[in-house]
């Protein structure tokens, strides 16, 4: 016989499934919105990947075929020579002379230096030569030299060169450790500091306006590297980063704080001047790069056989390691790219790990630039032209 409800019965029924459904649908919610805020706390590690699905590009292999008519450019003295390239002039600089020549390889300019232990920087079309340890510098171009500096009491230490003309020169001091002079496009002096600390390296930023530095300090018995940001208009600083645990070999400032390349480890440093990621290196530093917030690092490990390049999208992104076949030599980035020269080839990548493109080079080469349309390789005693397309 079938099991008779009378109407409450049927009434409890009804609202034991209905708190059912209501339950159901609660815990859907507080599950959703539990995975949702675990995804924004995590979006460091797995945004920068998904952003990348769907987006595959072809690999583009170059040939690699080397460039004739005015190249090789011949370089005499052996390998002790220094490369740079900016807004398509190639900028060479020998134990003797400074020369200037177009994308082409045409000479533009020959200039014979009197220095000793002569850097070469450049930016903005402009060369910067001075004398490490020494007391003279200039700024030029193949038409003219925009002015000279010469220190009687003074040693410059380094000096650097903005996209902008702006340069920065740190000198010794006889009160201070260091002294640090910025001048305008013409040579004129728009600011001075006297560093109580020993300055390492600077990087200009905000069109020029200012330039964050770094020093090396100790703390708990270990040599660390502090950061300090810096108006060309205001006294004092803007902020001092705690030290990170390595010996900075160059620092980059950008829009959003500073890159940090050390001997053993790399680190960013964020807007207000705390330290944001920290990456210690598995191996040898072969060389590093910075622009923009996006950096490149690459290191070798020949115990281990293992050669790889960790590539940072910006200060607090987590290192995206590609592993390399071949022990690596140096690494830029151009235009959103890193690339990465290796015993016999060049590869370009994107900061989502993609290989953009390619090319085998058949000789051993130190060093290498990046123009819109070229890649000018630095030989023992020449430099080499290949087209490359990213």
């Known amino acids: 016989m079938p099991k008779m ?10 609202n ?29 590690s797995w945004y920068n990947k998904l952003r990348g699905i769907g987006e595959q590009y072809r690999t583009i292999v170059n040939s690699g075929e080397l460039a004739e008519g005015n190249f090789p450019i011949e370089v005499s003295g052996g390998s002790d020579y220094q490369l740079e390239l900016t807004d398509r002039r190639v900028i060479v600089l020998s134990d003797t002379y400074a020369y200037f020549y177009d994308a082409d390889g045409k000479r533009l300019k020959r200039r014979q230096h009197t220095y000793k232990n002569t850097v070469l920087r450049a930016a903005g079309g402009r060369a910067l030569l001075y004398e490490h340890n020494g007391k003279e510098l200039s700024v030029e171009d193949e038409e003219q030299v925009y002015f000279t500096k010469t220190y009687a009491d003074k040693l410059i230490l380094f000096a ?28 004129k002096g728009i600011y001075k500091r006297k560093c109580i600390e020993r300055v390492c390296d600077l990087s200009f930023i905000n069109g020029s ?12 018995g270990q040599l660390v590297t502090n950061v300090q940001e810096i108006s060309f208009s205001e006294k004092g600083e803007h902020w001092t980063s705690p030290g990170l645990n390595t010996v900075g070999l160059d620092v980059y400032g950008f829009g959003n704080g500073a890159f940090v ?56 992104s987590e290192a995206l390691i590609i592993d390399l076949e071949e022990p690596s030599i140096d690494v830029i980035i151009y235009e959103e790219l890193a690339y990465v020269l290796c015993e ?23 060093g290498f630039v990046r123009s819109e349309d070229h890649i000018f390789l630095k030989g023992y005693n020449k430099i080499d032209r290949i087209d490359y397309e990213s």
């Open 209 to 220: 306006k200012g330039c964050v530095l770094s020093f090396i300090s100790a703390e708990n």
């Open 261 to 316: 390349l050390g001997d053993d480890a790399c680190g960013y440093v964020d807007g207000s001047g705390q330290i944001s990621s920290f990456y210690t290196y598995d191996g040898v530093l072969a060389a590093g790069a910075s622009e923009d917030g996006r950096s490149a690092v690459i290191i070798n490990n020949d115990d281990r056989r293992k050669y790889v390049m960790a590539l940072f999208s910006g200060g607090s």
């Open 344 to 366: 016999g080839r060049i590869k370009a990548y994107d900061f989502n790990g993609g290989l953009r493109s390619i090319a085998d080079v058949s000789d051993s080469y130190t």
């Open 160 to 187: 650097r060169i903005s996209e902008q003309g702006y340069t920065a020169v740190v000198t010794t001091s006889d009160s201070y450790s260091c002294e640090l002079e910025v001048y305008d496009k013409w040579g």
């Open 5 to 14: 409800y009378d109407a409450d019965d049927i009434v409890d029924l009804k």
């Open 16 to 44: 034991r499934k209905r708190r059912r459904k209501r339950l159901r649908r609660f815990l859907t919610i507080l599950l959703t919105a539990a995975l949702c805020t675990g995804l924004y706390f995590t979006r460091d």
